[in-house]
Each structure stands twice: as structure tokens, then as C-alpha cells.
């Protein structure tokens, strides 16, 4: 099998972790592979997610990695062990970041994502919702968000999130997100809802901080 950086960083990250990649199969297209993604608890293996690795063919397409099918409660509702906003979670978006490198393309879905559907629902900047902040977090700084996929033919609604290529490139993005927090404060002084709420505390706290960033 043709060598795939992405994915040999991906599986060393994930075993760091303590996450399990299993179920592998070959893609629709040549360098895309299929996987599933387990956590153990209490001995027990719950499938988390899948996850889409497109290898690239270079110099034409980087690398990118698609997260899908996210499992909110593992083993279902009546084992009540969440994954949304969990420790796992978190691993997991460790993972994919220290696997991803410049200029490569993580997608996400959110939709099975309580908070994040409602603050991007309601006008929220994908950086001052939940899951844009914990990307931004771990390095990610240009997002765009796919609301209809495809016309519903490549999955829910998703982020895409990317690492800048060089640093000039990051400080034009964190301007950008500057300029729309402050819109985004300015327009929404009092939340309509509790989830608008979280994300506008969570845009001043951004804001005061990529203003000291880009001084």
C-alpha cells in the first residue's frame, strides 16, 4: 500500500490517546480510507465516530480528514456516557490536529452537536461556537461552514476547518475573525437563547484576545 503520512500520524496520535482505529476499508477514490473510531470504557469498546483520510495526490490536493456519524451518547441513550464535550472528545480533536499540517482540511460534522447547531443556527461566527473554538484552539484558523453539503448527498451539516500556511496568513485570518466578533457582539448585545448566550461570552473573551494577539 502507497505510503500515507496523514494516516500513519493519525493512528501513532490515536494510539498516544488511547483511541482505537478499526474497521479499515478503501475509499470510493484512490487514497481515501475508511475507518471507525472506538473508545474503551470500562473494558468495553464504543464506536465513537467514522472518519473519512484522503492521502492527496500530490502536488495537485493535500491531505484532509473527515470526522462523521459522531455518536452524542456512546452505546446509546440508555448508557447515558456522553461523547459531545468529553475528555474523549478532546482526544480525538488532539489527535486530528497534530496529525493535520499546513494548509490541510479537516471536515467535522456538528449537527448531532446541541450547542454548536443552535449558535450557528443563530448567527454565531463559527469561532465563537463550541466546536469552532475548540478547533481554533488546536491551531485551526480559516473555517467555512457546509449547511447542505451537496444537497444532502455528503453527509449533515459540517465545518471545514483549516491550518494557515504560513504565519502572515494567520494573522490575515484572526483579523478577519477580529472584525467579525465585533459585528457579531455589536448586533447581538442580549442572547436570544441560552446557547447565544454561551457563545457570545465565549466572542468578547476571543476578541480581547486577538486584539492583544495582533497588538
Known amino acids: 500500500m502507497p505510503e500515507c503520512q496523514v494516516l500513519d500520524r493519525l493512528e501513532q496520535e490515536a494510539r498516544r490517546a488511547g483511541l482505537e482505529l478499526g474497521n479499515r476499508r478503501e475509499g470510493r477514490i484512490k487514497g481515501l480510507t475508511l475507518l471507525d ?10 464506536r465513537a465516530a467514522s472518519l473519512a483520510i484522503f492521502c492527496g495526490w500530490p502536488p495537485y490536493y493535500k491531505p484532509w480528514i473527515e470526522v462523521y456519524n459522531i455518536e ?23 489527535s486530528l490536529a497534530r496529525a493535520l499540517g499546513p494548509g490541510e482540511r479537516l471536515f467535522i460534522e456538528y449537527y448531532r452537536d446541541p450547542e454548536t447547531l443552535a449558535q450557528l443556527e443563530q448567527g454565531a ?10 478547533l481554533y484552539k488546536r491551531g485551526f484558523t480559516w473555517f ?19 491550518k494557515p ?8 485570518h484572526l483579523r478577519e475573525h477580529l472584525a467579525e466578533l465585533k459585528a457579531f457582539i455589536s448586533r447581538y448585545r442580549i442572547p ?10 465565549r466572542a468578547r473573551r476571543l476578541a480581547r484576545e486577538l486584539e492583544k494577539i495582533l497588538g
Not at 473510531?37 to 464504543?46: E, H
Not at 467555512?144 to 483549516?162: C, L, R, S, T
Open 165 to 172: 500556511l504560513d504565519e502572515d496568513r494567520r494573522r490575515t
Open 72 to 94: 452524542p451518547i456512546l452505546g446509546g441513550e440508555r448508557s447515558g456516557i456522553p461523547f459531545i464535550g468529553s475528555s474523549m472528545e478532546a482526544q480525538l480533536l488532539d
Open 125 to 134: 461566527p463559527v469561532i465563537a461556537s463550541r466546536l469552532g473554538y475548540e
Open 37 to 46: 473510531l472506538y473508545v474503551a470504557i470500562g473494558g468495553l469498546p464504543y
Open 192 to 201: 436570544s437563547s441560552p446557547e447565544l448566550g454561551l457563545a457570545l461570552a
Open 144 to 162: 467555512k461552514v457546509w449547511y447542505y453539503p451537496e444537497g444532502f448527498n455528503e453527509g449533515g451539516q459540517k465545518i471545514q476547518a483549516e
